[in-house]
């Protein structure tokens, strides 16, 4: 998996190098990737692909979110946050019976404390306005409201980076609004996921020629399977059988990539196609 720097992420390491913090941010790179790890492992658990990982200050930056499903929306944007969590819990469980690794793990525990309850927050670009953008009914005034907050909730860490100067100055809290204004009125389509059903073999060679092929299996098998099924130089069409063997329903490539997309790749093929009938008379013969 390649990992690649965004300019924001080299900024904020010459920051919290130049104040004195550098091994506070050698335990934050670690927790950043394994932060990015995790919304990556949900994601292929889903059924999509990333091209890589990008370090940015907060996390990272997940767009796109309307191609997908509110659950898989869900469930990739909160896995980043509670896996820090988790680990954060570990580092706290482990000073309980070693009190010795506190001194040594304080600032690992405090990247991963502070990457969960930053990124819950429902402030564009974070994970909390993912979560916040899957719910509503809305998306692109959800979408505006949340850059906004994004916008505003960076002015207010600014404002207190300056008022700070009066008291124990806060030089993190100016850099981390900085970026979170950055994030909120550029942001970047980079690091979106790619679904199984954008990737070839459904993506045909026309040119190469292509034949039409008929293949039968069971109803009962999972979308994932009959996706393996799927050829490049081939557009086929599946015959869902029963254990007898007999025809109970047709599914065409199409009809399969609109599945996957709506579905777990793990229902199984006949029982989400009647459902998606149900709901659209898609897929009744």
Not at 18 to 34: D, P, S
Not at 107 to 131: E, H, M, Q, W
Not at 220 to 244: H, M, N, S, W, Y
Request: glycine share 8%; net charge positive; charged share 20%.
């Amino acid at each position: 998996m390649k990992i690649r720097i965004h300019p924001a992420f080299i900024a904020a390491a010459l920051l919290m190098i130049f104040t004195g913090n550098a091994v506070l941010f050698c335990a934050y790179v670690v927790a950043v990737i394994a932060h990015e790890i995790a919304h990556s492992r949900m994601a292929a658990l889903r059924g999509y692909r990333t091209g890589g990982i990008t370090l940015m200050p907060y996390g990272g930056v997940i767009n796109g979110g309307e191609r997908y499903s509110r659950t898989d929306n869900i469930l990739i944007a909160l896995a980043g946050p509670l896996f820090n969590a988790l680990v954060a819990l570990l580092i706290v469980a482990l000073w309980w019976l070693y009190p010795s690794l506190y001194a040594h793990t304080l600032d690992f525990c405090t990247a991963n404390v502070a990457l969960c309850v930053v990124n819950l927050l429902p402030l564009y670009p974070l994970d909390g306005s993912r979560i916040v953008y899957s719910l509503a009914k809305n998306k692109l005034r959800a979408l505006k409201i949340l850059r906004i907050a994004g916008v505003l909730g960076g002015a207010a860490l600014l404002a207190y980076n300056v008022a700070s100067v009066f008291y124990t100055y806060n030089f993190t809290a100016g850099a981390m609004g900085a970026f979170l204004i950055y994030g909120a009125i550029f942001g970047t389509g980079e690091e979106s996921y790619l679904h199984v059903t954008e990737r070839s073999p459904l993506i045909k060679d026309y040119k190469e020629g292509v034949e039409k092929r008929v293949v039968c299996v069971d109803g009962g098998a999972p979308l994932l399977k009959l996706l393996t099924l799927v050829r490049r130089d081939a557009d086929t069409l599946f015959i869902l059988v029963d254990e007898e063997g007999r025809q109970r329903a047709s599914l065409d490539e199409e009809k399969l990539k609109l599945l996957c997309s709506e579905d777990a790749l793990t229902a199984p093929a006949l029982k989400a196609l009647g459902q998606k009938g149900e709901k659209s008379k898609l897929g009744r013969l």
